[in-house]
C-alpha cells in the first residue's frame, strides 16, 4: 500500500484487528499538527465506504476525533493501516444476479454507550445473495438506556435501507424472495416480531416501529 510506505509502517509489528475497544479512551492533550491524522483517516474512510466494511467501525470512531486528535489516536490510526497491510488479500465478492429466486440477508449489531460517549454505536452490512451491496456504521443521535434498545434502533434503521433496495430491486425486474434479518439480541427480536407497543417501546420515536410494520405487511421478513 501506498500510503503504508508514505508513513513508514513497512516494518511495523502485525496487527490482528483493525480496532480494539480496550484502547479507546484518551485523556492526553490533542496533537499540536493533525494534518497527519487526517490525512490517514482520509484514507480510511476512503476504503471503508467503497471496498473494506471491514473497518467501517474503526474509521468512523477515527473520524470523530479529526479536531482533538491525541498521539493515542495517532497510534490507532496507523494501526488500522498496519491492518490493512497484513489483510491486503481481503476483497469484495460480487455473484451474478438471477431475474428470479434471489435472497436478501441482513447481519445488524450495535453497542452500548460507553464512558468517552454516552452515544450507541451500530452497525450492519446487506447481502444480495451472497454479494455484499450496502453496509454501514454510524453513532445514533440519540441515547439509549439499554443494549436492547441499541439493537432495536439498530435493526429499525436496517430494515429502512433494505425497505429501499426493495424498491430499486423492482425497478430492475429483480425479484428477492426472502428477506432474512439477523440480531444478537433476544429482547430487541422479541420486540420486532411483538406487534403491540409495550411498556419498553413506548417512548421510542414512532419511526422506530417500522420494523413491526414491515414484518407485519411484508411475509418476506423474517427476524
Not at 435472497?103 to 460517549?117: R, Y
Not at 429482547?187 to 403491540?196: D, P, S
Request: with cysteine.
Amino acid at each position: 500500500m501506498k500510503a503504508v510506505k508514505e508513513f513508514e509502517l513497512e516494518e511495523a509489528k502485525k496487527i490482528s484487528v483493525p480496532l480494539s475497544d480496550d484502547t479507546l479512551i484518551s485523556k492526553e492533550e490533542s496533537l499540536t499538527d493533525l494534518k497527519k491524522y487526517q490525512s490517514i483517516v482520509g484514507i480510511l474512510t476512503y476504503l471503508a465506504t467503497t471496498t473494506r466494511p471491514d473497518i467501517l467501525y474503526s474509521s468512523n470512531w477515527l473520524s470523530r476525533r479529526t479536531k482533538c486528535a491525541t498521539k493515542k489516536h495517532l497510534k490507532l490510526a496507523k494501526k488500522c493501516l498496519i491492518y490493512l497491510r497484513d489483510n491486503r488479500h481481503l476483497k469484495l465478492r460480487l455473484d451474478l444476479v438471477k431475474e428470479k429466486g434471489n435472497n436478501i440477508t441482513v447481519f445488524v449489531d450495535s453497542s452500548l454507550g460507553n464512558e468517552e460517549e454516552r452515544n450507541s454505536c451500530y452497525g450492519f452490512i446487506i447481502y444480495l445473495n451472497r454479494s455484499p451491496i450496502h453496509f454501514k456504521s454510524k453513532k445514533l443521535q440519540m441515547v439509549n438506556l439499554s443494549s436492547t434498545e441499541a439493537e432495536y434502533v439498530a435493526m429499525a434503521t436496517a430494515v429502512q435501507e433494505v425497505k429501499w433496495i426493495l424498491n430499486y430491486m423492482k425497478e430492475l425486474n429483480i425479484q428477492i424472495d426472502t428477506i432474512d434479518v439477523f440480531c444478537d439480541n433476544q429482547g430487541a427480536i422479541r420486540i420486532a416480531r411483538n406487534l403491540t407497543t409495550s411498556g419498553r417501546t413506548k417512548h421510542l420515536d414512532l419511526k422506530l416501529q417500522y420494523v413491526k410494520q414491515e414484518i407485519r405487511e411484508d411475509q418476506r421478513f423474517q427476524i
